[in-house]
């Protein structure tokens, strides 16, 4: 297997992560974190979503799917490209509203089919290539893309966690 088929089967994965963790909830159970000082899951499914939407429409090149079609109303949101979730405080985590548990589903759907499309266009030799030179040593697209799949595995884990706590 070459390095973009095992990128491309580590994204694939992260949908039915994402919806053992989310499928059946309400919207009050989507918001509800599991315990003070935790993220709802609803954030956290968002979050990965949006933190893997950002990401590979700058490293592609592309519009972000969350501009488009009402995906950040859906969120209670409004649509900013720079709104994924890093640096929110509590009450932001708070505001975070999806409207259901289908809602998180589709736009991490929409955002894994960009995925796919932008990863079905790269070969091997286009990992090598610096993404990102504010870090030592410069960031290639390979690593960034491994960054995106482990923070959101990550994310997918504590949101399936989180509703083990909440007993769902």
């Known amino acids: 297997m070459d390095a973009v ?5 580590s994204f694939s994965r992260l949908p039915a992560l994402a919806r053992v963790a989310v499928e ?3 919207p009050q159970q989507l918001t509800t974190a599991p315990a003070d000082g935790t993220n709802p899951i609803g954030w956290l499914v968002w979050h990965l979503a949006r933190g893997q939407d950002a990401q590979i429409a700058d ?6 799917v969350y501009l488009s079609g009402g995906w950040a109303a859906r ?3 409004e649509p900013d490209a720079s709104d994924t979730g890093y640096g929110h405080d509590a009450a932001a985590v708070r505001s975070v509203q999806p409207e259901s548990a289908q ?3 589709d736009y991490l759907d929409a955002v894994h089919a960009a995925t796919l499309r932008y990863l079905g266009t790269l070969t091997g030799d286009d990992l090598d290539r610096v993404v990102d030179e504010a870090w030592d040593p410069p960031v290639t697209l390979g690593v960034r893309l491994v960054s995106i799949v482990d923070d959101d595995v990550q994310h997918a884990g504590q949101a399936a966690y989180a509703r083990g706590m909440l007993g769902a």
């Not at 088929?5 to 089967?9: D, F, S």
């Not at 490293?59 to 972000?64: E, F, I, L, R």
């Open 5 to 9: 088929a095992l990128l491309t089967e």
């Open 59 to 64: 490293v592609a090149g592309t519009p972000q």
């Open 75 to 77: 969120f209670g949101r």
């Open 24 to 26: 059946g909830l309400t």
């Open 103 to 105: 809602s998180l589903l």
